[in-house]
C-alpha cells in the first residue's frame, strides 16, 4: 500500500484544489479532496451491504455512491479542525483492508472503536459558540483585571441566568460576530429584557479572522484569564466546565481572532432594536402571547452606542477588551 503523505494531502487542501488520490494496493482505495476543500473523505469500492453504526459521530458522514460506475462506501467529514484526524482514521482503515484482509465494515468498525475519540465532536463547541465564550472572556478578563479575581462570580454566563454579566446595577449582554456588519443573534424575548432596578448594555464585539502571530485563539484567551486569576481558579474551570470546554479539545481550536473595529457599548433602550413581549402587548392580546414560544432574531446595532476609548464607554465598563497576548 502506497501511502499518501499528509503534506501532499495538504498542499490540496490548502489551495482548495479538488482532488483523488489513489491509496494503492489491491481494493483500489482513495483519499478525496472537495472542491473549495470544503470536505475530504476515503471511497472504498464494496458490493455489499454497510451494517456499520456511525450515526453517534456528528462530523463522520458515510454513505454508499456511485463513482465512475463503481459502489462504493464513502466516508468523509466537513470539519477541517478534523481533517488530520480523518486522514489518520482513513489509513487505519486501508490498512486493515489491504494488509489484514478486513472487510471494509470491519475495517471501519474496527478503526471507529480506535478513532472514535478523535471524531467524536460532540464534545467540541462548535464555531459560534467559541466565540461567544471568546467575546465573554474578554470582558471578564478586563473586570479581573480592573476590579480583582473575585469578581469573577460576576460571569452568568455558565448559568442559567438571562444576562451574561451582573455588575453593581448594570447587566451586560456579551454579542460578538463575524460578519461585515454589527450584526447579532438575540436569543428569546428575554435576553434584552432588562431585570427590576438594573440597567442592561450589549457590548458589542466585531471580530474577523487573523493570522499568526496576529490576534488570538480561545485557548489562549482561557490560558490569560487562568493566569490572572491565580491560584484560585475553582470557580473558573467549573463554569469553563459547564459551557462544555475541555483542554483536551483545544488542539483543535486554532482559529485566531482580532478585532475589526473597537468594541462598542450599547444602552438597552427605546433606540435599541429588540422584540419583548411588553413591546408585542399593545397589538396582542395576552392569549395571544402566550402563545408565541422562544425566538431568535437578529438586530444590526451598526452605528449605535459608544466605542472602546470614549469617556461614556468607561464610566459603565470596567476596564479596555483586548485580543492580542500580553
Known amino acids: 500500500m502506497e501511502a499518501l503523505s499528509w503534506d501532499n494531502l495538504k498542499d490540496y487542501i490548502d489551495t482548495g484544489t479538488a482532488a483523488v ?10 483519499l478525496f479532496v472537495g472542491p473549495e476543500s470544503v470536505r475530504i473523505g476515503l471511497r472504498i469500492p464494496y458490493s455489499g451491504e454497510l451494517a456499520v453504526e456511525t450515526g453517534l459521530y456528528r462530523e463522520l458522514h458515510c454513505t454508499i455512491v456511485m463513482v465512475q460506475g463503481v459502489r462504493s462506501i464513502e466516508l468523509s467529514t466537513s470539519s477541517q479542525p478534523l481533517f488530520h484526524s480523518f486522514y489518520l482514521f482513513a489509513y487505519a482503515i486501508a490498512d486493515l483492508i489491504e494488509s489484514q484482509e478486513r472487510s471494509p465494515p470491519a ?6 472503536d480506535r478513532f472514535g475519540l478523535l471524531l467524536n465532536e460532540f464534545s467540541l463547541l462548535p464555531e459560534t459558540t467559541r466565540l461567544g465564550l471568546l467575546g465573554e472572556l474578554c470582558f471578564l478578563e478586563a473586570l479581573v483585571k480592573a476590579r480583582g479575581s473575585n469578581f469573577v462570580e460576576a460571569w452568568l454566563g455558565p448559568v442559567p441566568q438571562r444576562h451574561d454579566f451582573r455588575l453593581d446595577d448594570n447587566e451586560f449582554e456579551i454579542k460578538t460576530t463575524l460578519k461585515s456588519k454589527r450584526q447579532h443573534l438575540i436569543h428569546g424575548f428575554g435576553q434584552l429584557e432588562t431585570s427590576p432596578g438594573k440597567k442592561l448594555f450589549i457590548v458589542s464585539l466585531h471580530l474577523e479572522r487573523a493570522g499568526p502571530p496576529g490576534g488570538q485563539t480561545l485557548p489562549q484567551k482561557v490560558a490569560e484569564v487562568f493566569r490572572i ?16 470546554y475541555r483542554k483536551m479539545d483545544e488542539i483543535h481550536y486554532k482559529e485566531r481572532y482580532k478585532f475589526r473595529s473597537a468594541p462598542t457599548l450599547i444602552k438597552v433602550d427605546e433606540s435599541c432594536p429588540r422584540i419583548s413581549r411588553a413591546i408585542l402587548s399593545p397589538a396582542l392580546t395576552d392569549e395571544l402571547l402566550r402563545r408565541f414560544g422562544e425566538m431568535t432574531y437578529e438586530i444590526n446595532v451598526d452605528g449605535l452606542g459608544t466605542v472602546q476609548g470614549t469617556t461614556a ?14
Do not use: M, Q, R, W
Request: glycine share 18%; charged share 15%.
Open 313 to 326: 464607554y468607561a464610566d459603565v465598563v470596567p476596564g479596555p477588551l483586548g485580543l492580542g497576548l500580553s
Open 229 to 244: 486569576l491565580g491560584p484560585d481558579t475553582t470557580s473558573f474551570e467549573n463554569s469553563l466546565g459547564k459551557l462544555g
Open 107 to 112: 475495517a471501519i468498525k474496527e478503526a471507529l
Open 21 to 30: 488520490c489513489p491509496i494503492g494496493g489491491n481494493h483500489a482505495l482513495s
